[in-house]
Structure formats: structure tokens, C-alpha cells
């Protein structure tokens, strides 16, 4: 029988406060601010025994049992069991509006949100604890399957309701069973085609901006069945700015086709942005005009939505691409990891606004999360030893040769000049390339494969007239030197100049001498004649790898 696998996405569906009488949004309102105030209570008793409640060999795990009994009396218990007729912080008598189901789904909200602070505190140093005073607003609870329902009632008021668990007057009345509230949703077609994927296994209700939401957690599960017998081949993905996406598929017998995805309309939206929140931010300082900071939020707001949904809609393009190449490939992708980049983009380093704003606008990190997230709801393995996602480090993978694994140069940003054996082509290109060949060397299968052609370059010799280059040496030195604490060797490196992203001809991508040197290199075949792919197969030889 074939494993099962699967993937938890989120399905955010509006809530129709306007069709909900003023008792149903009051009593919906209580049950929020109970479970927050519930949650921060579990939150400060985990603060207050945390070395006691912290296990795991990483120390990042908070032990469950024990917060329960720290917090709940237990006299019905099993046969053996004793009986807690006191406990140090008794949050069932403190907070008597509260099932005990409800009290443990508070409880575990606390936990998950300790757990996610301790996993940063591992990455970084400076994190804020879930109890700084400076954490307001509401907090809600995980709501699981046995205590909500969603149901299709087609009425006058709503199609679709969210059909919860209303125990805040039980303890007051005595009553065995919990009442129910019933609130109506906005739910589209898109909003029932992701919900019908899997099964809806909890939910969260909460607010913002004044707009009441519930979000669906959704578990889509899957059979992993046996891999056809396809050719191996993979797509080294280079992310950039300009162009967002650079992808070149690399096949067991060629270096097959490079692809482009550009979002000019996101990056001239993004600079009007940016504009009008520089005008806002002079008005601000002069005190000139009411209300900026609040149109400056909204900006913000706006800005933030418009800049995700360009990145779903490239994200979607790649995706439709790799469908096409997983009918003929049994596909492994590549994609460049930045480490550092934003190090360049802080204030005082002599870099310009615009430099900065071109790095702050860069969200790479967001593309290479929807590509993963994505292609798992497809039934990828992302993560562990048999991922078919790697993340490689794109130190010096834009200004190593392909061809001879030398260092060359860039006169522009678009354009790659090797001086050691004359090989000219775009820059993202001869990235996507290298990040390729570096993920065939990570994986050992892939490099004892017919992909093992590919993970060393070709030694080329020098040719005449191109300046003192020392022959069969790599002119990249064994360790670039660490220029500041915290901030690599590629924050320094020609590949991130970003100067010369520029609207002048001479200094863009639309230079004639770089569209006559580089766009015709994207048709779907090698960009060399068979003879030299041969020689290339045939080649020996290594590329510095940081």
C-alpha cells in the first residue's frame, strides 16, 4: 500500500458581521476576549516555569502535561491516578466561563506560540518574549473539529454558517449542554474549491483592521505512489529583482532552455509607492497636513497586498512551467538562497535611497516559500533527505564562469564576460546555471547519474589579449575575506551590484549589445554546437565552492 503524505494550507473566508444580530456579535466579541485573556494567562505561567516546561534536546518544545497539571485540578482520574485537589495556578476557577475542552484549546494556542518564539530565539538573538507589554490586540484560540460545524443553509441571510460552541453561560445556569452561535460567512467559489481539497481540521477566529475573519486549516492528504522511470533533469532557479525569476533546465544531455518571469508592473507600482510615501513622510515632518500617518498606514497596507499578490501570480507562472517539464522529467529544482543581502541596504552605508529601496522591495524569501508551499500541496517532498527542493548558497554563482569555473566579469548588470575562455552570456542565466550544477553536487544520486556531466566545468585556456590571467588557476581566491560581523563575502561581490539597474539605455537591460549577446540564448536548446557540448561532457575539472 502506498504511504500516505500531506500539507496543512489556510483558507481566509470574511465574516457577514452585517447580517448578524447585536446579541450574536456581542456574545462573538466575549468569546474572543475570554480566550484572549485565557491564552496570556497559560502564556505567564509558562514564563513563570519555563526552565521546568522546556524539553527537547534543542530545548524548543514546551512540555504539555506538565502545564496541565500546573494549571487544572483533576478529581475524576483514571484508576491508579491521583486525584489534584489544588494546583499552583487554578485557571478553571479563575476563568468559570470556560469549558475544559475550550481551556485546552487555549492551552495549546499558548504553546504553539511559545514554541514559535523559541524556534526564532534559536535563529536570533534579539526576539520579543509573548508576554512584552507591548503585545496587545486579541489573541484567538485554535478551534478543533469536535467543536465547530459548517453548514450550507441557503437563507436570506447567508449561504454558508460557522456553527460554534457558546459556553460562557453554563456554569451560570447550570446547564449540561453548551449553546450554539451561529455566524454567517462570505464564502466564493475559490473559498469552497480550496476548502473541498482535504479535510477542514480547525479554525480561528479573530479580527482586524474592524473586519471580522475566520481562517479554515485545511489538511490535504495524498498517496505517494511509485515515480515513473522518466530522465533526470534540473531547473536551477536564480532570483532576482528585475527579473524576478530566472530558470535554465539542465537534462542529461544538454543545457535545454532558459525562461524569464519579469514583474515590471509590480516594480513600477512599488516605486509609486515608495513615492507618495516620501511625500507623505515630508508632509509628516512638516506637520503640514492631519491625518498622514493614518493615510501612510493605509498606503502601507495597500502596498503590501499589491506586492504579494504579483508574487502568487509569478509564483503561478513557474508553476505551470514545471507541470510542463514534470510530463517529460522526473524534476528536481534548484533555488539560490541569499544570505546577508540586507546587510547592504542599512542606512549609512554610502549606498544611495534607491539602492536601498530596489533591496527592500526584493522578496525573495516570500517567492521561494510559495514555490515550496505550493508545489507540496502537489505532492512534492520538500523537506528532509528525499526533498526534491534544494536551497543552495548563491555566493559567486553569478560571476563564475560556466564554461571554465574562473572568475569573469560584469559590465553590466544583465551581461557575463569570462576573460579566461571568451564565454558571454546574462548574468541571471550563468547564475541559474551554477546553482544547478552546485545542487547536482550536493545529491549524491544526481552526480552518479548522467547529471554527473554537468557538476564539473570545462578548463579552458586563456586566450590572447585579455589581460594577465594566470593559466589553470581560478583567479577566486580559496576564502573571500569577511568585510563586516555578520554580513558575507557575496554582500561585497560584483553579483550584487545593484548600481546599475538604472532607466538609462546604456546602464539597463534593454542595451542593444546585451539583448544581442543574451536574449537569443533562450531558445529551447544549448547555447553551444554538439561538438563542444561533447568536448564539455568529455572536460575534467572543478569550480570553487564556498
Given at each position: 500500500?502506498?504511504?500516505?503524505?500531506?500539507?496543512?494550507?489556510?483558507?481566509?473566508?470574511?465574516?457577514?458581521?452585517?447580517?448578524?444580530?447585536?446579541?450574536?456579535?456581542?456574545?462573538?466579541?466575549?468569546?474572543?476576549?475570554?480566550?484572549?485573556?485565557?491564552?496570556?494567562?497559560?502564556?505567564?505561567?509558562?514564563?513563570?516555569?519555563?526552565?521546568?516546561?522546556?524539553?527537547?534536546?534543542?530545548?524548543?518544545?514546551?512540555?504539555?502535561?506538565?502545564?496541565?497539571?500546573?494549571?487544572?485540578?483533576?478529581?475524576?482520574?483514571?484508576?491508579?491516578?491521583?486525584?489534584?485537589?489544588?494546583?499552583?495556578?487554578?485557571?478553571?476557577?479563575?476563568?468559570?466561563?470556560?469549558?475544559?475542552?475550550?481551556?485546552?484549546?487555549?492551552?495549546?494556542?499558548?504553546?504553539?506560540?511559545?514554541?514559535?518564539?523559541?524556534?526564532?530565539?534559536?535563529?536570533?538573538?534579539?526576539?520579543?518574549?509573548?508576554?512584552?507589554?507591548?503585545?496587545?490586540?486579541?489573541?484567538?484560540?485554535?478551534?478543533?473539529?469536535?467543536?465547530?460545524?459548517?453548514?450550507?443553509?441557503?437563507?436570506?441571510?447567508?449561504?454558508?454558517?460557522?456553527?460554534?460552541?457558546?459556553?460562557?453561560?453554563?456554569?451560570?445556569?447550570?446547564?449540561?449542554?453548551?449553546r450554539r452561535l451561529r455566524i454567517p460567512l462570505s464564502i466564493s467559489p475559490i473559498h469552497l474549491e480550496q476548502l473541498s481539497k482535504g479535510k477542514i481540521k480547525a479554525i480561528q477566529i479573530f479580527t482586524k483592521d474592524g473586519k471580522w475573519w475566520v481562517t479554515f486549516s485545511v489538511q490535504i492528504e495524498f498517496e505517494k505512489l511509485p515515480e515513473e522511470l522518466k530522465p533526470l533533469a534540473v531547473l536551477g532557479i536564480d532570483l532576482g529583482i528585475k527579473k524576478t525569476i530566472c530558470s535554465t533546465l539542465l537534462t542529461e544531455s544538454k543545457v535545454s532552455e532558459t525562461r524569464y518571469f519579469k514583474q515590471d508592473e509590480k516594480i513600477a507600482l512599488m516605486e509609486k509607492y515608495d513615492r507618495l510615501v516620501s511625500s507623505l513622510q515630508i508632509q509628516r515632518d512638516n506637520h503640514s497636513s492631519e491625518g498622514v500617518i493614518q493615510r501612510l498606514k493605509a498606503i502601507r497596507r495597500k502596498r503590501q497586498r499589491v506586492s504579494i499578490e504579483y508574487d502568487r501570480l509569478i509564483v503561478h507562472q513557474l508553476l505551470e512551467y514545471i507541470a510542463e517539464l514534470e510530463k517529460k522529467y522526473t524534476l528536481y529544482i534548484a533555488i539560490g538562497k541569499v544570505f546577508g543581502i540586507r546587510n547592504t541596504a542599512k542606512r549609512g552605508n554610502r549606498r544611495g535611497k534607491r539602492f536601498r529601496g530596489m533591496i527592500h522591495r526584493w522578496t525573495f524569501r516570500r517567492v521561494t516559500n510559495m514555490i515550496k508551499h505550493s508545489l507540496a500541496q502537489r505532492g512534492w517532498v520538500t523537506e528532509g533527505k528525499d526533498s526534491r527542493i534544494i536551497l543552495v548558497h548563491e555566493a559567486w554563482t553569478s560571476i563564475i564562469c560556466w564554461k571554465c569555473g574562473h572568475k569573469g566579469r560584469r559590465p553590466k548588470q544583465s551581461l557575463f564576460i569570462c576573460p579566461h575562455c571568451g564565454f558571454k552570456t546574462n548574468a541571471d542565466r550563468n547564475g541559474s546555471l551554477n546553482i544547478a550544477r552546485r545542487s547536482i553536487r550536493l545529491i549524491r544520486h544526481l552526480n552518479e547519474s548522467g547529471l554527473g556531466r554537468w557538476s564539473s566545468p570545462e578548463r579552458g585556456?586563456?586566450?590572447?589579449?585579455?589581460?594577465?590571467?594566470?593559466?589553470?588557476?581560478?583567479?577566486?581566491?580559496?576564502?573571500?575575506?569577511?568585510?563586516?560581523?555578520?554580513?558575507?563575502?557575496?554582500?561585497?561581490?560584483?553579483?550584487?551590484?545593484?548600481?546599475?539597474?538604472?532607466?538609462?539605455?546604456?546602464?539597463?537591460?534593454?542595451?542593444?549589445?546585451?539583448?544581442?549577446?543574451?536574449?537569443?540564448?533562450?531558445?529551447?536548446?544549448?547555447?553551444?554546437?554538439t561538438s563542444k557540448q561533447k568536448k564539455e561532457a568529455r572536460s575534467m575539472g572543478g569550480m570553487p565552492f564556498q
Amino acid at each position: 500500500m502506498a504511504n500516505t503524505m500531506g500539507v496543512v494550507i489556510a483558507v481566509k473566508v470574511p465574516i457577514k458581521t452585517d447580517r448578524m444580530t447585536k446579541r450574536a456579535r456581542q456574545r462573538l466579541r466575549q468569546i474572543v476576549g475570554r480566550d484572549t485573556r485565557t491564552i496570556k494567562a497559560h502564556l505567564g505561567v509558562i514564563e513563570q516555569h519555563e526552565k521546568q516546561l522546556i524539553i527537547g534536546r534543542r530545548k524548543t518544545r514546551i512540555n504539555e502535561s506538565l502545564l496541565h497539571e500546573l494549571t487544572l485540578t483533576a478529581i475524576y482520574v483514571k484508576k491508579g491516578a491521583s486525584q489534584r485537589l489544588s494546583v499552583l495556578h487554578d485557571l478553571k476557577q479563575r476563568f468559570q466561563r470556560i469549558s475544559q475542552n475550550e481551556l485546552a484549546e487555549c492551552r495549546r494556542t499558548a504553546i504553539a506560540i511559545w514554541e514559535s518564539y523559541l524556534a526564532l530565539r534559536e535563529k536570533r538573538a534579539s526576539v520579543s518574549r509573548p508576554t512584552s507589554k507591548n503585545r496587545s490586540g486579541r489573541i484567538p484560540r485554535w478551534i478543533f473539529t469536535q467543536r465547530f460545524n459548517l453548514i450550507e443553509d441557503n437563507n436570506s441571510a447567508a449561504r454558508w454558517w460557522l456553527d460554534i460552541r457558546d459556553s460562557l453561560d453554563s456554569r451560570r445556569l447550570n446547564r449540561r449542554t453548551h449553546r450554539r452561535l451561529r455566524i454567517p460567512l462570505s464564502i466564493s467559489p475559490i473559498h469552497l474549491e480550496q476548502l473541498s481539497k482535504g479535510k477542514i481540521k480547525a479554525i480561528q477566529i479573530f479580527t482586524k483592521d474592524g473586519k471580522w475573519w475566520v481562517t479554515f486549516s485545511v489538511q490535504i492528504e495524498f498517496e505517494k505512489l511509485p515515480e515513473e522511470l522518466k530522465p533526470l533533469a534540473v531547473l536551477g532557479i536564480d532570483l532576482g529583482i528585475k527579473k524576478t525569476i530566472c530558470s535554465t533546465l539542465l537534462t542529461e544531455s544538454k543545457v535545454s532552455e532558459t525562461r524569464y518571469f519579469k514583474q515590471d508592473e509590480k516594480i513600477a507600482l512599488m516605486e509609486k509607492y515608495d513615492r507618495l510615501v516620501s511625500s507623505l513622510q515630508i508632509q509628516r515632518d512638516n506637520h503640514s497636513s492631519e491625518g498622514v500617518i493614518q493615510r501612510l498606514k493605509a498606503i502601507r497596507r495597500k502596498r503590501q497586498r499589491v506586492s504579494i499578490e504579483y508574487d502568487r501570480l509569478i509564483v503561478h507562472q513557474l508553476l505551470e512551467y514545471i507541470a510542463e517539464l514534470e510530463k517529460k522529467y522526473t524534476l528536481y529544482i534548484a533555488i539560490g538562497k541569499v544570505f546577508g543581502i540586507r546587510n547592504t541596504a542599512k542606512r549609512g552605508n554610502r549606498r544611495g535611497k534607491r539602492f536601498r529601496g530596489m533591496i527592500h522591495r526584493w522578496t525573495f524569501r516570500r517567492v521561494t516559500n510559495m514555490i515550496k508551499h505550493s508545489l507540496a500541496q502537489r505532492g512534492w517532498v520538500t523537506e528532509g533527505k528525499d526533498s526534491r527542493i534544494i536551497l543552495v548558497h548563491e555566493a559567486w554563482t553569478s560571476i563564475i564562469c560556466w564554461k571554465c569555473g574562473h572568475k569573469g566579469r560584469r559590465p553590466k548588470q544583465s551581461l557575463f564576460i569570462c576573460p579566461h575562455c571568451g564565454f558571454k552570456t546574462n548574468a541571471d542565466r550563468n547564475g541559474s546555471l551554477n546553482i544547478a550544477r552546485r545542487s547536482i553536487r550536493l545529491i549524491r544520486h544526481l552526480n552518479e547519474s548522467g547529471l554527473g556531466r554537468w557538476s564539473s566545468p570545462e578548463r579552458g585556456t586563456a586566450p590572447k589579449a585579455q589581460g594577465k590571467i594566470s593559466r589553470g588557476k581560478s583567479t577566486l581566491p580559496k576564502r573571500p575575506p569577511i568585510l563586516m560581523k555578520g554580513e558575507s563575502a557575496v554582500v561585497r561581490s560584483v553579483q550584487m551590484d545593484l548600481f546599475s539597474f538604472c532607466e538609462k539605455t546604456d546602464l539597463s537591460d534593454h542595451d542593444p549589445a546585451v539583448e544581442k549577446a543574451v536574449e537569443n540564448l533562450t531558445a529551447v536548446e544549448s547555447d553551444v554546437s554538439t561538438s563542444k557540448q561533447k568536448k564539455e561532457a568529455r572536460s575534467m575539472g572543478g569550480m570553487p565552492f564556498q
